[in-house]
């Protein structure tokens, strides 16, 4: 069973920028991979996918702000954030995008004051 570590989480004010790491303990070479994220009191929401072949795609609160990439070779996957805003706060996992997901890591927090 594949373990997904995250992490690149921080404070951060409105207008900042993070890159989010998500480490995985195998290969992840032959799938679809996604960033989800948590707020307070809401649901896990997919936020960002990349395919094995590298086709992106993003949820319109995050779409021109956030971008996807993945490094096949380090079984990475990344997300860098841009122009955060207070509503991207939340607990941010990775996982698969598409079929059965891996167990859950522990996701890395991520705080954007306004």
């Known amino acids: 069973q594949v373990e997904l570590v995250e992490s690149g989480g921080d404070f951060v004010q409105a207008g900042g920028s993070l890159r989010l790491s998500c480490a995985a303990s195998?290969?992840?070479?032959?799938?679809?991979m996604g960033w989800y994220r948590q707020a307070p009191g809401k649901q896990r929401e997919l936020v960002a996918t990349i395919t094995n072949r590298r086709i992106t795609n993003y949820a319109d609160s995050v779409k021109g702000r956030f971008s996807i990439s993945r490094d096949n070779a380090k079984n990475t996957v990344y997300l860098q954030m841009n122009s955060l805003k207070p509503e991207d706060t939340g607990v941010y996992y990775c996982?698969?995008?598409?079929?059965?997901?891996?167990?859950w890591g522990q996701g890395t927090q991520v705080t954007v004051s306004s």
């Open positions: 996982n698969t995008a598409a079929g059965v997901p891996f167990s």
């Open positions: 195998g290969s992840i070479f032959s799938n679809a």
